[in-house]
């Protein structure tokens, strides 16, 4: 995970996460609308699964 991915994910969580697919832009979307620190969380932790 780089800083820039980081930032990224801390200013604009759904587009740190735009080349996870689908299902992982819309969760972040959603949570994101629901409150920005779910939504930066869901992001950090999405980008941090070692799977992909």
Request: some cysteine; hydrophobic content about 60%.
């Amino acid at each position: 995970m780089s800083f820039w991915r980081v930032l990224l994910s801390i200013i604009c969580p759904p587009l740190a996460v735009l080349d996870k697919g689908c299902g992982s832009i819309l969760i972040v979307f959603i949570l994101t609308c629901l409150g920005w620190v779910p939504g930066v969380i869901a992001a950090l932790i999405i980008l941090n699964n070692p799977k992909n």
